[in-house]
């Protein structure tokens, strides 16, 4: 092939492994990598992007197909954002044309601008005011209105007048006539005019500085800092500190957070320290309100960028330094389709912008702590709460000696008496939405499940509807048993159950609840939140929404009312989870100026996970932590893919993963194969689920594992009669 017939390969949003190859065909040069085009596919036509401009293709040159359209000048995406979702195919193995469109906002996928479109606005002209508009009437009505429209505002854009229902036909006569004039402008990119002048923060403590110091006095490039800090250490003003010195010499910094949407105390403070320099990212923006961040990203007018796990792919004009807040949280874990890792992406793209990058935690994942021991971060840490709190004290109510009423022990209730009698607040933590979990036939002996998850209907009293948690299947609640038509019972308890019964037991207490069934509407969560803070609500009840970063001084008991459910989980991690979660929720207690009290009920006191949390820290459970999954051999001191497979029937998964397991085993010994196994809930929305997990000490092998595996099993006919998916580093077994 030589370089009259350039050969472009493209990526096309359609699960094809590759990119596919064109011949350019158009006018002017071949377009470059990270632009645009147009192609083929089938009879079908795609907007795909320039993957490169290979020397030679597989495709003989007269079957080549050829693209003839550009749809940019100039790559919309960075050569280091290409790079990088060239290696996110290949390290998770996943459709190069699915990862690319997943990187783009979704009117840049439809082919939209890349650079903000002009907006188009209409004045009316000094001949246009002297027009009889009562004479234009009788000819044509909608133009006379139209002027006269135009007579009573200064101008109004195109979107404007079409929203008030002129039509283009009505615009364009008035402007052939000369009594309109057009004007262009390019959009102000929502630069927020009426942002304040930034503030400027607290001088830092004396461990601040020297987290902040130790980040900031080494050698320009690629450098990885863990900051392990407890919750209310100050790590936030640390990272407004280190963004505020980019932003001084002018480079762009992405900060991660977990959830936007549960933490909107956190963007204020950004807001108000960073004005307009700030730019949102998060799934809950209009496809026009997402292209336009990613504008302001890419022309580097965003000083700052915060974002949710996909804003990793943000296209930086002057990257400064990537920060990513609440490491541990499986958020950053994409669970579906492309399941990549939005925290380990952030390491990656940092060391090919040769830049630093921060992890942050109170409770810093096994994962980054053993990079850390293995020197290849940088361990910060922040052991102090600011302020003089200190921290709180935390307590066991021994369920085996207590009785529990509607989720709640008397040892409970008394803690909760004293703290509001105090004046204070106090949040109860239950990982379970809903009134209670399961509905019993005490004569039966029958429970309602669901018909098409191997898990039961969950009551919803105040809908009066039962519904899965798993599929979304829903139906009436009927106490009455259907067979005997015996009363039937709620049992254990759910969100709603608790702040039911604390509501009978203290009528006069204002009780608030914080789980997804009362945010779902837009602006509930601000209300539940702003009324917290506000000291309206005195006890506020919710799911693990409360363990993310609120800060509500004046909160001075947390009580963890269900710990069990995390202690014997399946998953080699639940005990890690579990302790993030008592931890980071214990973290509510006694901010500020107050002591708090943490009490959490469990039957089982002694357990050692308890023990280590009690009387030592969380860096403590971590080494031991860290010690059982070196002596079991889990990662970080293996690695892992998991082969996931269902199908209606589940003898076609079992096929399928049975051969797949059988095909992996035969590649060799280094590689070990367990399965395949039910998924930890076998059946889910009618479909049963299996797996088959491979695992190695070394990542070379697994991966080149998976390539063949993938290369031998695509044409297998039992590999269509199932939905699969390779799940590199998977976050849940
Ligand atoms: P973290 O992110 O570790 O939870 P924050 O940065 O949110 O901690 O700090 C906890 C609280 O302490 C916040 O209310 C914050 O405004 C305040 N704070 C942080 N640093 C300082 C400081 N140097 N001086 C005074 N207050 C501070
Ligand atoms: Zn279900």
Redo the contacts with the bound molecule.
């Keep these: 092939m030589t370089n009259e017939t350039p050969v472009i390969r493209v990526a096309v949003p359609l699960p094809i492994r590759e990119g596919l190859d064109y011949l350019w065909a158009g006018s002017g040069p071949a377009p470059a990598p990270g632009c645009r085009v147009q192609v083929p596919v089938g009879r079908k036509s795609h907007t795909g992007i320039v993957i490169e401009h290979p020397a030679t293709s597989s495709v003989a040159p007269d079957k080549l197909k050829r693209a003839t359209t550009a749809l940019d000048a100039e790559p919309i995406i960075t050569t280091d954002l290409l790079e990088t979702l060239a290696w996110c195919a290949s390290y998770y193995h996943h459709p190069i044309g699915e990862v690319v469109s997943a990187s783009l906002p979704a009117l840049l996928r439809r082919g939209r601008a890349a650079v903000p479109e002009p907006v188009v606005r209409w004045r009316i002209t000094a001949a246009g005011r002297e027009i009889d508009t009562r004479e234009l009437t009788r000819r044509a009505r909608r133009q006379a209105a139209l002027l006269e429209h135009l007579a009573n505002t200064a101008s109004a854009t195109d979107a404007d007048l079409r929203d008030a229902g002129f039509a283009r036909a009505q615009i364009a006569r008035l402007a052939e006539n000369g009594w309109l004039a057009r004007e262009e402008t390019t959009p102000p990119s929502c630069v927020k005019t009426s942002a304040p002048e930034p503030e400027s923060?607290?001088?830092?403590?004396a461990e601040?500085r020297d987290v902040v110091e130790a980040m900031t006095s080494v050698e320009p490039g690629y450098h990885a800092f863990l900051l392990h800090?407890?919750?209310?250490?100050?790590?936030?003003?640390?990272y407004m500190r280190l963004i505020a010195e980019q932003i001084r010499t002018g480079r762009q910094s992405l900060l991660l957070v977990p959830e936007i949407s549960l933490t909107p105390q956190l963007v204020g403070?950004l807001e108000r320290r960073f004005g307009a320099r700030l730019s949102v990212m998060h799934s809950g923006l209009t496809d026009r309100e997402r292209l336009d961040a990613w504008q302001r990203c890419r022309s580097g007018a965003a000083g700052l960028i915060v974002g949710t796990r996909s804003a990793v792919f943000a296209p930086l004009a002057n990257p400064g330094i990537v920060i990513v807040d609440e490491e541990h949280d499986t958020s950053y874990k994409q669970s579906e389709g492309f399941r990549y890792s939005a925290r380990d992406l952030a390491v990656f793209r940092a060391r090919r912008l040769r830049i630093p990058v921060v992890l942050?935690s109170?409770t810093p994942s096994l994962e980054s702590i053993h990079n850390a021991d293995q020197g290849r971060y940088a361990l910060l840490r922040?052991p102090e709460?600011?302020?003089k709190a200190g921290s709180p004290a935390v307590r066991i109510i021994d369920l085996n000696h207590h009785a529990v009423r509607n989720g709640i022990s008397t040892p409970m209730l008394s803690a909760i008496e004293q703290h509001l009698a105090a004046g204070h607040q106090v949040m109860l933590f239950l990982n379970r939405r809903g009134f209670a979990p399961v509905l019993f036939c005490p004569e039966c002996g029958v429970t309602e499940d669901c018909q098409r998850c191997d898990s039961r209907m969950t009551i919803h009293s105040a809908s009066g509807r039962l519904r899965c948690h798993h599929c979304g299947a829903e139906r009436a609640l009927e106490w009455a048993c259907a067979s005997c038509g015996t009363e039937r019972k709620a049992v254990g308890a759910g969100t709603q159950r608790v702040s039911a019964a604390l509501r009978e037991l203290y009528p006069s207490v204002e009780i608030g609840r914080l789980d997804r069934d009362a945010t779902n509407r837009r602006g509930s969560l601000e209300s539940v939140l702003a009324d917290l803070e506000s000291g309206k609500t005195q006890i506020l009840v919710g799911t693990q929404m409360l363990a993310k970063?609120h800060?509500f001084p004046n909160v001075t008991l947390v009580g963890v009312l269900n710990a069990d459910q995390g202690l014997f989980g399946t998953d080699f991690r639940s005990n890690e989870r579990l302790a993030q979660t008592i931890v980071q929720v214990a973290?509510r207690a006694g901010?500020?100026e107050r002591p708090g009290e943490v009490l959490i009920q469990s039957h089982f006191p002694s357990h050692p996970l308890f023990e280590t949390l009690l009387t030592q820290d969380y860096a403590q459970f971590a080494e031991l932590a860290l010690a059982e999954r070196r002596a079991t051999d889990w990662p970080p001191f293996s690695h892992l893919v998991l082969w996931r497979a269902n199908a209606v029937r589940r003898a076609v998964a079992f096929d399928y993963l049975g051969r797949l397991a059988r095909a992996a085993r035969a590649l060799g010994a280094e590689i070990d194969v367990h399965g395949p196994a039910p998924a930890g809930m076998e059946r889910r929305g009618g479909r049963y689920r299996a797996q088959v997990l491979l695992q190695c000490e070394r990542r070379g092998p697994l991966h080149a594992a998976v390539d063949e595996l993938l290369r031998t099993t695509r044409h297998w006919p039992q590999a269509r009669k199932v939905r699969w998916a390779v799940d590199v580093d998977p976050a849940e077994l």
Excluded: F
């Design positions: 923060g607290p001088a830092l403590t601040q800090g407890v919750t209310g250490s100050g790590k936030t003003e640390v403070r942050g109170a922040l709460r600011i302020g970063g800060d973290g901010r500020a």
